[in-house]
């Protein structure tokens, strides 16, 4: 947040709320981007026990 402080008074409020609203939007996008990640090995997961029931 200290980052954010200088920026509201040399450049303007917009852009500190643009580059927070990014900052934020960057570590959902981490997220998301692990979950798909990891889909294919839950995926397999949970297809495994299907086989062993045959």
């Not at 852009?15 to 990891?38: F, N, S």
Request: without cysteine; hydrophobic residues 45%.
């Amino acid at each position: 947040m200290d980052l954010f402080v200088p920026l509201i008074g040399e450049y303007g409020f917009p852009l500190a709320i643009t580059l927070y609203l990014l900052h934020r939007l960057e570590q959902k996008i981490d997220r998301v981007t692990m979950a798909v990640e990891r889909l294919p090995e839950q995926l397999e997961q949970n297809r495994l026990p299907a086989r062993l029931a045959k």
